[in-house]
């Protein structure tokens, strides 16, 4: 007879993760695991617990092995396409919340949307938002679409397109507020080939180069796209405030500044730009 408390006896998983994977694969709720915890359970779940309990022993991100992932309150799709969401990100949907109060059906780009997760998560927040959504992989924006359909429901659209940042866009459209999170790991660094990144898409993690070269493009090219007024806002690594700063400040932004996440760095940098 092999129950829940058996399996959580004998995994080598911490608790919580042993615990997400149960739920995962029999369906049911937390409270159940406690409830039920002495219930005989079928074969073929203990057999499918194992197999993902050994893939996460060789690393494989949870996201990845229930498919899914919550951000914002709200919970999202996740496959070896897409980055999976963190909640440092978080940070600059508040923000970008904040820039767009007091503005009636404000324009929204999301530059690299992967899962969708900041662009849905806005649109969630504010049903007036026109958002648009860009992706170079067909594969995320797949993701993206399923996320966007399922959270927003029926008449609520992101508009998704393939481009390589701005360069598919229609020129003649101008947003009140663009944001992104845009890879910024420098190619050399480590912890690409550690933990939950060595399962993540590549592209979405580095530039191939000193972290900067994405947000250098994003910043130059933005202005060609914002509405006078309208501000600009990237999430960056943990040491990048300053040159985020200085990138912006030289391509004439105004207002340059950086906010700190929830563990006090310094993670998302902006400013506002009048044409």
Same mark, same amino acid.
């Given at each position: ?10 995994? /080598?998983?911490?608790?919580? #993760?042993?615990?997400? &994977? &149960? +739920? ?13 915890? @002495? ?10 617990? #194992? ?22 309150? &709200? ?14 990100? #978080? ?6 919340? #904040? ?16 899962? !969708? ?7 969630? /927040? ?10 170079? /992989? ?16 029926? !008449? ?24 992104? @999170? ?6 050399? %660094?480590?912890?690409? /080939? ?13 530039? +191939? ?20 007024? =309208?501000?600009?806002?990237? +999430?960056? =690594? ?16 105004? %207002?340059?500044?950086? +906010?700190?996440?929830?563990? =006090? ?11």
């Amino acid at each position: 007879m092999t129950t829940v408390a058996g399996l959580l006896r004998a995994s /080598s998983l911490p608790a919580l #993760e042993t615990r997400i &994977l &149960l +739920e995962h694969v029999l369906g049911w709720r937390r409270t159940e695991l406690i409830t039920r915890d @002495n219930e005989d359970l079928a074969e073929d779940c203990v057999g499918r617990f #194992e197999a993902l309990a050994q893939r996460r022993s060789a690393g494989e991100p949870i996201a990845q092995l229930v498919g899914a992932r919550e951000f914002f309150g &709200l919970k999202f799709e996740v496959t070896p396409d897409v980055l999976i969401p963190r909640p440092e990100t #978080e940070l600059l949907v508040e923000i970008a919340l #904040e820039k767009m109060a007091g503005i009636d059906a404000p324009r929204v780009l999301d530059l690299g949307t992967g899962s !969708g997760a900041i662009a849905v998560a806005i649109a969630f /927040s504010r049903d007036d938002a026109q958002l648009w959504a860009v992706d170079r /992989s067909a594969g995320a924006l797949t993701v993206a679409a399923r996320n966007a359909a399922r959270l927003l429901g029926p !008449g609520r659209k992101i508009t998704l397109l393939e481009s390589d940042w701005t360069d598919a866009l229609d020129p003649a459209l101008r947003f009140e507020l663009i944001v992104s @999170n845009p890879p910024y790991i420098a190619q050399n %660094d480590p912890h690409l /080939s550690e933990g939950d990144l060595r399962f993540e898409p590549r592209t979405a993690l580095t530039d +191939e180069a000193d972290g900067l070269a994405a947000i250098r493009a994003i910043v130059q090219t933005a202005p060609f796209f914002l509405a006078s007024g =309208g501000s600009l806002w990237l +999430e960056h =690594g943990y040491d990048q405030a300053a040159n985020v700063r200085a990138l912006l400040t030289a391509r004439g932004f105004s %207002d340059v500044r950086s +906010e700190r996440d929830l563990a =006090g760095i310094e993670r998302t940098s902006g400013g506002f730009f009048t044409a």
